[in-house]
């Protein structure tokens, strides 16, 4: 039993899981495929691993809904004080995750969980000035990009942020896209320059595509006969517990 834990398959039993589940809850909720990757492998394997492990399923996903619609000008023009907040902090913070310090990263994407659980589940907005929407907007960026460096998780305080924009559903969907994609590549390029980007973990991210895939097939034939908003819920409190669980853990 000890040999089939510490087993190449066992990880690739559990890499292959995670994912399933986690496009499941992309295919039921619109999100939440890294977030919940980064939640599950974070507690098997190091920080850096996991993070380098979603990159492909979380880019080839979110890549349908950045060009699933026909705003990608307008948003792009919209959103770049954001994204390019976004991408610069998430190369300068990436040395974090990089940096080997996994109970440092580990608390922090704990912490991370565990926000952004209780932000959704308690259905807050932000509310927009028009006027100072461009400077909030680089802020936003500034600390999605941190948290995505240091963390591998990049929905805070991205999504609610977008969210409050007042998107049509279709320019809300490609708005949340466009983002994970600047964040997921930014991630990504961080890594490569610190050196986290081995042949086995790009191996590994390709493998992780399929069962993602799968999962987010499920997902969208779950969602006709659940209520989405009761799955979401139950997934964020699922979330809470495992992002206190890694926070403890961390602290121990």
């Keep these: 039993m000890v040999v089939f834990w510490e087993s190449g398959l066992y990880l ?54 950045f060009g699933g619609g026909g705003n990608t000008r307008t948003l792009l023009k919209r959103l770049w004080p954001m994204l390019s907040m976004v991408v610069v902090a998430t190369l300068l913070a990436s040395v974090w995750i990089a940096g080997g310090d996994t109970r440092r990263t580990q608390f922090a994407l704990g912490v991370a969980l565990i926000l952004y659980a ?7 907005r932000i509310l927009v000035n028009p006027q100072r929407e461009k400077p909030v907007s680089m802020m936003v960026g500034l600390v999605t990009g941190l948290l995505t460096g240091g963390t591998g998780v ?37 890594l490569w320059w610190h050196g986290a980007l081995p042949v086995q973990s790009v191996t590994l991210s390709a493998f992780a595509i399929i069962p993602a895939l799968v999962g987010q097939w ?10 989405p908003l009761v799955f979401k819920r139950c997934f964020l409190l699922c979330l809470m517990g495992l992002g206190l669980e890694m926070i403890l853990r961390a602290a121990s």
Aim: proline share 5%; net charge positive.
């Design 218 to 227: 499920i997902g969208t034939r779950v969602r006709r006969v659940i209520s």
């Design 118 to 124: 209780l932000w959704t589940l308690a259905g807050k």
């Design 12 to 65: 690739m039993l559990m890499i292959t899981a995670t994912f399933v589940l986690a496009g499941m809850v992309k295919g039921v909720t619109g999100m939440g495929l890294p977030t919940v990757a980064m939640g599950i492998l974070g507690a098997l394997v190091s920080p850096v691993a996991a993070a380098a492990m979603l990159l492909l399923p979380s880019l080839i996903s979110n890549l349908f809904q």
């Design 154 to 190: 990049f929905v805070m305080p991205a999504v609610p942020w977008l969210q409050s924009l007042d998107f049509e559903k279709e320019e809300l969907v490609q708005a949340l896209g466009i983002s994970f994609t600047f964040s997921t590549l930014a991630l990504a390029l961080g």
